[in-house]
């Protein structure tokens, strides 16, 4: 056999760019809180809530 298998990339939620509904934030806290996160929290060095 000479072919390797493909890289293990471990899944990740897409980035989201605009801020969702509220009926959607309820199915995304309730389905997988890390979809939650914007896109800019996947570019910044560190975050800051006010």
Same mark, same amino acid.
């Given at each position: ?7 293990? +990339?471990?899944?990740? /939620? ?5 801020? !969702?509904?509220?009926? &959607?934030?309820?199915?995304? +806290?309730?389905?997988? /809180? ?5 896109? !800019?929290?996947?570019? &910044? ?6």
């Amino acid at each position: 056999m000479d072919t390797q298998p493909a890289p293990f +990339v471990p899944p990740a /939620p897409k980035p989201r760019t605009s801020p !969702p509904s509220t009926l &959607e934030m309820i199915r995304i +806290v309730y389905r997988n /809180p890390l979809e939650l996160w914007g896109e !800019p929290t996947y570019n &910044e060095p560190w975050i800051s809530a006010k």
